[in-house]
């Protein structure tokens, strides 16, 4: 499968095999054209018995996730293709059912164990972190483009209805960040931006410091 994803996504990239060497040695992972080839050759090898490299290590799928700037779930699931995705011996997995695995959002085991509930949970929470601090730079964005239109004095009343969704906004935060914090895991890093509309509206963020 990663040998596949490789070839596909450096012929989308447009690099050649000995571009995406030079990018994996600039990284610290001293990669050759030839060991592009070869990775690439494992792909034909699975069909016909051509010969080809047969593992890259943790390092090497960082890297080639940095290179090919992609998630590293990417390299390892092609939901295009609809093919199952091979985990371990005896144990597959349809793409999307992989995918979601991999990002700790569906357990492949119904229901999931509790080692499982334990890692993802805060996967989980930080991702609504993410969101939310996303949908908050779109509602700044969207009042400062609006602001930016009008002459000073003017829409009062859509002012006032921004600066209400951006406190539902900051208040839904609240919660996945207090989450993390019942958990035991230090919140993720918040635009300053953010922490600071917070403080103007008197929203506590815990964990904001």
């Known amino acids: 499968m990663v040998a596949a994803r490789v070839r596909e996504l450096r012929e989308r990239s447009g690099l050649s095999q000995a571009d995406l060497a030079r990018k994996m040695a600039e990284l610290g992972t001293p990669w050759k054209r030839g060991t592009v080839v070869n990775l690439e050759k494992r792909a034909a090898a699975v069909r016909d018995g051509a010969p080809g490299r047969d593992a890259v290590t943790a390092q090497e799928l960082l890297a080639l996730a940095r290179v090919f700037d992609v998630p590293l779930p990417w390299l390892l699931v092609d939901p295009e293709a609809g093919t199952a995705v091979p985990i371990a011996k005896g144990v597959e997995a349809a793409p999307w059912t992989a995918l979601l695995w991999l990002v700790g959002k569906q357990a492949l085991t119904d229901p999931p164990g509790p080692a499982w509930d334990h890692a993802a949970l805060p996967i989980r929470q930080a ?41 539902r906004v900051l208040e839904d935060l609240t919660r996945p960040l207090s989450a993390l914090l019942r958990l035991g895991y230090p919140p993720p890093p918040l635009p300053d931006d953010l922490i600071k509309r917070a403080a103007d509206l008197g929203v506590e963020l815990d964990g904001e410091g």
């Open 127 to 167: 991702c609504q972190v993410a969101t939310l601090a996303e949908r908050f730079g779109q509602l700044r964005t969207h009042r400062e483009n609006v602001a930016a239109l009008l002459p000073d004095g003017q829409d009062a009343d859509r002012a006032e209805e921004d600066e209400r969704q951006e406190r």
